[in-house]
């Protein structure tokens, strides 16, 4: 019997989230093709036996010339909260206008989509421009889905780390500036009373949960993807046994605590997050110290 080979897209293929995610396809077996603008992705994120193609998504309404898909993961965004106060408009553009264009691609052809939504969601949908303009992106989804019959489910990621993050620049995160702080020697800057709690979530933990939505044909759903247990941000500084921590101003828009709560993805895909914070911090740690010897 012939193989049948699954081809997946993959928008923001070159970002972070958007490369663990095409390594773990490509184990699979999967044809993978990337389409990402390069704003936050970066080329030297490239997978051999990926290809790459250079588009913006605010741009692009009809992807069928890179072939026929079985599943689209979509992934391109801006991602950042700060960022969106300054540029409400690119936001905007990207994270509803090119949701919009990738789920009447997917509903047009009868591709399932998987959503990349934001665990800000719970923070207020008027917290900020970011937050904001994800949610309208749910709201796309779910009017495909309601009025169309897209198959398609929405995941809502918590503080995600781990490699490929960036670490530096306006769309990185909190562990990346910390990392690239501590490799150059310079201070671990803390917003605010350090009191804000986060649900950190590896990588991998989040790239599973994506891989088993399509595997097992869970359409119709959203699945909160965190760990369940959160940290003040003042006790991840300390976790990196670091004698140089300094407080800043606190930042606007951000949400005092996030934490998952939500066992749909383990009831429904059998998925938990299993690594932790403090693990992945040691290893950085020991890391560093064995490059500076």
């Not at 080979?5 to 928008?11: D, G, M, N």
Request: proline share 3%; net charge negative; charged share 25%.
């Amino acid at each position: 019997f012939p193989v049948t080979i699954t081809r997946a897209l993959v928008t923001g293929g070159a970002g972070f989230v958007g490369t663990n995610l095409v390594k773990r396809l490509l184990k699979e077996g999967y044809q993978v093709v990337s389409v990402d603008n390069y704003y936050t992705g970066k080329k030297e994120n490239h997978q051999e036996g990926c290809e790459y193609r250079e588009y913006d998504i605010t741009t692009i309404t009809d992807y069928s010339a890179f072939g026929k898909f079985d599943v689209v993961y979509h992934l391109a965004a801006l991602a950042r909260i700060q960022p969106s106060f300054l540029e409400p408009d690119k936001c905007f553009k990207a994270n509803c206008l090119g949701t919009f264009n990738v789920a009447k691609y997917c509903s047009d052809n009868n591709i399932p989509l998987v959503y990349a939504g934001s665990s800000s969601h719970h923070s207020g949908r008027y917290k900020n421009p970011y937050t904001f303009t994800k949610d309208v992106g749910e709201d796309i989804i779910t009017m495909f889905r309601e009025i169309y019959g897209l198959k398609a489910s929405t995941t809502r990621f918590y503080n995600v780390y781990g490699p490929h993050h960036l670490k530096e620049g306006a769309y990185c995160t909190v562990i990346g500036i910390w990392e690239k702080a501590m490799e150059e020697q310079r201070p671990l800057l803390v917003t605010g009373d350090g009191l804000k709690r986060r649900d950190f979530t590896h990588i991998n933990d989040i790239v599973d949960a994506l891989y088993r939505i399509h595997d097992q044909r869970a359409w119709g759903h959203t699945f909160e993807l965190g760990t369940g247990t959160n940290h003040s941000i003042r006790e991840v500084a300390e976790m990196f046994e670091y004698d140089n921590i300094q407080h800043i101003e606190n930042r606007p828009g951000e949400a005092q605590i996030t934490l998952c709560t939500d066992t749909l993805a383990k009831e429904i895909l059998g998925w938990e997050a299993k690594l932790k914070l403090q693990d992945y911090i040691q290893e950085f740690i020991k890391n560093v110290y064995t490059v500076s010897l």
